[in-house]
């Protein structure tokens, strides 16, 4: 029995602990477990760990939530959830779970916006990785650095970060079960920077990875982000380039906005709606896009996410 006053300073959460953790997540992201009632269930583990004194269960804990307010929308609450999780993580003096934290921030910040701390976390992440040794968190990272400066127009460097994820997935030797899901984030980032640079038939091959890697991983939140793609990508082409493909893109958003409320990812829904409303606008249908950017404005803004809101607003004025 462990005695209040006396924290355990074991570097990594209990098996045990961890494992009962993941079946919340895991049970969230099959779309099994509302939101509301994992939230429950992994602030009774942390005030658990509080109780046992346990700090490398209670940083669990509150990853685990961040991770969850991440996909929700709710940012500041992530962000929050995520410094107290990386402070107690730093408390038990393990670096590799600091080190994902950082990933992981970086995530929440750049959803804000704020490219520069997303990219200096990601570095972070990126470099506290190398020295340890671990390709997971390695290729994470520069994918989604890839990610960011897709964002702000540096498609060169982009696909630069993309593909050295990819050359960093081919080493991985263990948790192989995660290796769909950040293939399919590779290749909808590849697939994004073929469409930005009119290379549409190139992108219609990273749609269809990233599809086919969804669909191996099985979560939600990949098939959301890889139908949205395919979506983007047939909406650019104006027809399948193959037979059994849906020709109306909308099928696919439809598909996305399905997969993203499944789990209550606000973010990515309305990401997904912004660029529905951007395939109307090139389908002619400019009053509909209209109506779908005002509302998508709207909940970017709510979310916090001002560098999306701002492009939803320089969108909708496009096409009024």
């Known amino acids: 029995m462990v005695r209040l006053g ?9 098996p045990e602990f961890n494992r009962r953790c993941m ?13 509301k009632e994992a939230i ?3 602030t009774a583990y942390g005030q658990e760990a509080v109780h046992d004194n346990h700090i490398a269960n209670q940083g669990r804990a509150e990853h685990l939530m961040g991770y969850l307010q991440h996909y929700r929308g709710n940012l500041n609450t992530s962000i929050h959830h995520y410094e107290r999780a990386r402070s107690l993580y730093m408390q038990a003096g393990n670096r590799p779970l600091v080190a994902i934290t950082d990933l992981n921030q970086g995530e929440n910040y750049r959803y804000k916006g704020d490219f520069t701390r997303a990219r ?12 340890l040794g671990d390709i997971r968190i390695q290729t994470i990272a520069a994918a989604n650095e890839g990610l960011v400066l897709l964002t702000i127009g540096h498609s060169g460097s982009a696909r630069q970060s993309l593909e050295e994820g990819l050359r960093l997935a081919e080493q991985w030797t263990d948790r192989l079960e995660q ?7 590779i290749y909808h980032g590849l697939a994004s920077i073929d ?17 086919e890697a969804a669909h191996n991983s099985q979560q939600p939140m990949h098939l959301g982000f ?3 793609t395919m979506g983007e990508v047939i909406s650019r082409l104006g027809r399948p380039l193959e037979a059994g493909f849906a020709e109306d893109p909308d099928e696919y958003f439809r598909a996305s906005l399905e997969a993203f409320k499944e789990v209550n990812a606000e973010a990515e829904t309305a990401r997904t ?9 090139r389908q002619g249908r400019r009053t509909a896009a209209a109506r779908k950017l005002q509302q998508v404005m709207i909940t970017f803004t709510q979310l916090g996410m001002v560098d999306d809101a701002a492009r939803a607003a320089e969108a909708q004025l496009a096409v009024l």
Do not use: V
């Open 273 to 281: 709606m912004f660029s529905q409303a951007q395939a109307l606008a």
């Open 226 to 228: 890889a139908n949205r």
């Open 40 to 42: 429950t269930h992994l």
């Open 6 to 14: 006396q924290p355990q300073m074991d570097i990594e959460p209990t």
């Open 120 to 131: 200096r976390l990601y570095r972070a992440a990126y470099e506290a990785s190398r020295d």
């Open 179 to 185: 290796l769909p899901g950040i293939l399919c984030e």
């Open 23 to 35: 079946e919340i997540i895991n049970s969230w992201e099959r779309g099994e477990l509302p939101f």
């Open 195 to 211: 469409l930005a640079e009119n290379r549409h038939e190139a992108a219609w091959g990273k749609a269809l990875r990233a599809l």
